[in-house]
Each structure stands twice: as C-alpha cells, then as structure tokens.
C-alpha cells in the first residue's frame, strides 16, 4: 500500500485543530516534546506542517536525562533538525545524583516537570505517544490486574499534576501506528536514533512489545486493543461524571476535608465508593497516584464499622453521621518559614495583612490545641483541627487563623475544587 503524506498529515491537522477548538481558553503556545527516536521526530515534522491558524508559539523541548552515553548527541540533534526547520529548541537538563528506587518513574516525573516549568502555565504540551505504546501501556496494567481506570491507559487529552502546578497534555498519535510515523521520516529522508533500552529485555515495556507481536496469530492487535483502551475511557469517564454527582448530592469540603453522608455513602454500589474514597485521598495527600486498591478497600470495610482509619496520608473517621477525611498530622511534618502568599503543605496558602517576620507555619498538632480555649477549639473535630496550619514563634503559637475571625492572617485552601478534581482524574 503506497504512503500518502497528505493524509496523515490531513488527519494530524484534524486532530491538533479540533483540540484547540475545545478548549476553554486560548493558551499562546505548544510544547512539543521531542527525542531523536522514531515517534517524536514524527511529531515534529507533523507539527511543521501544521497550519498553526491560530498562529501559536511552538517550542520544541528535548530532555537530556544523562542516564547514557550518547544522550547529548541526541539532544544536539534534534536541536540541529529544528534549527533547519525554523524552529524554537530548547534541550533541558535533568541534574541528579544516584537515583533510588523506580528509575522509569523518576525520568518521567523529571521530564515533565522539566518541561512543565521551561514553558508557560497556559501552554499545551505535546506528546509522541502512539497507537503503539497504548497497546503496550494496556497490557502492562492488564498483567497488574488492573480495572476499568488502568485499563483505560492513555487519554489522548491529561492534566498531569504536581502538587498546586500543572500541566495539559495532548497526545495527537494515539491512532496513529509506528511504522507509519516512521514512513514520515523516510518521507522526509530523516534519520531517527534507535534507544538501545528498546532491545533490552530486562524492561516490562520490550517483554510487552514483543508478546503483542505474537497476539496478532490470535487475531488480537494494536488497534483491538487501542479500541478497548477507547471503550474503558469511555467507562471511565461515566463513573467519575456518576461519583460527581454522588458528591454534589451528598458530599462537601469543610476546612480542606471531604466529608460524606454515611447513610447515602453506604447506597452506593462498591465501585463509586472506591471511586469517591481514593480520589479524596489522593486530593487531601498530594500523592502523585491513588492508593492500592487493598488499602481503599480496608478503609471502606473500617466505615462500614465506623472505625478510624489511616494511610495515603489521610485518616478517615465518623462523626456526627458522616465521613470524613483529613490530613494526618503526623504525614505532615514540614515547618516553612512565613510570609505572605507563602503555600503550606502543597495545599494552603497564607495571606498575611501584617508582618509575619520572625514567625513559622506547622500544623497545629497536639501541643498547639493545647493552647486554644476549650469553648473555642471544639468548634473543630480534633482529628482535623491538630493537622491544620498556624503560625508559631519557635514552639508558641502566635496565631490560629480558622477559629479567629479578627485575624490578620488566613489560610486559603489552593486546591483545584474536588468535585472537579473527580471528572480530571
């Protein structure tokens, strides 16, 4: 079959079009994330013939990770490329030092807080992943037992969080397979840099990579599995619209809690539950994922008993017929100096009317209730009030804004508004 590049670039236009076309605002400029592999060198030579009517800024962003030998060369590269075409390049640098623990996890988290931070807070960031990496990203998460939200894998629009920043991203290759990309590149007569860890067994994703290449004898192929991934989004998004609307009816936030109804939060079927009680989790901790599924499950057991639970960060109690999930104060150790617009705990903001030099901010715990009246602090479920933020002046506390209405201080909680926070995540 003969390679038209009029129409994949047709359909790529289409894509990128009709995604800016949605949004609610207008951000001034993409971010194209680019490596000198197949998929993204694709992306770029996409995204220059792209029309751009809007007439948006583009910035293509390579990551040098310095995990191998090579990767600078990469980066020049893809710099050498853009500046052939026209375009903006910036190469990042990742700066660590031995690095603990999932080594994948940590370049990812690295690169797109790299990327998030060298472009504007509006922009958009472009990705390469495709139809490929989906089939690969589904069958992962199938091996892990994953359900309706792992199965789901990669939307083609995200918000990925980190802590009060954030950054879109829009995947525009998700329908598109790798060798068809990579026709691209020998349209163009451009070279791609083959990742050598793409041959190294040892990694989940090239074992993955491999089986998928046998399932096609049983009829199961990238665009089977890329069609379920699209039906599980589907499924996905209606639950978390259903667990919205369950919030709406029965839920609420009161100083940076959730809070639910026992006796309608015990009506709903098991999945919602899961659904409402992890997504509070992970929006009252700032973890950067849910928590295990065994663990969600304990917590709803213990509510079902109306006993106190703990974990992610979190505990979750009874109290005057309801559920509720607070900081735990012990998870929250920090003490940061104060000063006006100064954020606590990735989730409070203080603003100060007055001086607050000399002075620190902590969760208020056991010692600091101790110095609240009596009258006056049962205004606050204990288990809340200690994990709140106050000022102190070494171990004195200075000020208590949430149970001082003539205070000159007060805390705003910066958090994107849960219910949300349900539908994005």
């Not at 949430?402 to 949300?420: A, G, M, R, T």
Request: glycine share 6%; charged share 25%.
């Amino acid at each position: 079959m003969s390679f038209d590049f009029d129409v994949i670039s047709a359909k790529f236009n289409k894509k990128i079009d009709n995604f800016l076309d949605g949004l609610s605002y207008h951000p001034d400029t993409l971010g194209v994330a680019v490596s000198g592999g197949s998929d993204s060198l694709s992306l770029l030579y996409l995204i220059d013939a792209w029309s751009n009517k809007k007439n948006l800024k583009i910035v293509i962003l390579t990551v040098d990770h310095n995990l191998r030998n090579g990767s600078a060369d990469e980066a020049l590269y893809v710099g050498e490329l853009c500046n052939k075409l026209g375009l903006i390049h910036k190469t990042l640098f990742w700066d660590h030092e031995d690095i603990e623990g999932n080594l994948s996890a940590s370049a990812r988290e690295a690169r797109y807080r790299l990327m998030q931070n060298s472009i504007p807070s509006d922009a958009i960031l472009i990705t390469g992943h495709t139809l490929d990496d989906q089939a690969e990203t589904f069958l992962m998460r199938l091996r892990r037992g994953s359900g309706v939200d792992g199965l789901a894998s990669m939307a083609e629009q995200s918000y990925l969080s980190f802590g009060n920043d954030g950054i879109t991203i829009f995947r525009p290759l998700l329908d598109f397979e790798r060798q068809t990309l990579r026709k691209v590149l020998k349209f163009y007569k451009v070279d791609w840099i083959e990742d050598p860890t793409n041959n190294d067994r040892s990694f989940e994703r090239v074992r993955v990579r491999d089986l998928l290449a046998r399932f096609v004898e049983i009829g199961i192929d990238k665009n089977t599995i890329g069609r379920t991934a699209l039906l599980m989004q589907s499924a996905k998004t209606a639950l978390n619209h259903f667990a919205s609307d369950c919030y709406e009816k029965f839920g609420s936030c009161d100083n940076g809690d959730i809070i639910f109804d026992f006796s309608e939060f015990s009506k709903q079927p098991l999945d919602v539950k899961r659904r409402l009680i992890s997504a509070a989790q992970k929006w009252i901790s700032n973890q950067k994922y849910r928590p295990r599924l065994s663990q969600v499950d304990a917590l709803i057991n213990s509510i079902d008993k109306k006993v106190t639970f703990s974990g992610s960060g979190t505990i979750c109690y009874f109290h005057n017929n309801s559920i509720r999930i607070t900081r735990e104060a012990n998870a929250c150790v920090c003490e940061i100096e104060a000063s006006n617009d100064v954020i606590f705990d990735r989730r409070w903001k203080l603003i100060a009317l007055e001086n607050c030099k000399d002075l620190t901010i902590k969760c208020l715990g056991e010692d600091g209730y101790t110095f609240l009246e009596p009258g006056i602090r049962k205004k606050i479920p204990y288990k809340t009030i200690i994990a709140l933020p106050a000022l102190f002046n070494d171990t004195n506390l200075i000020n208590f804004p949430f149970i001082d209405p003539e205070s000159k201080f007060k805390f705003n909680l910066c958090k994107q508004p849960f219910n949300q926070f349900l539908l994005d995540h």
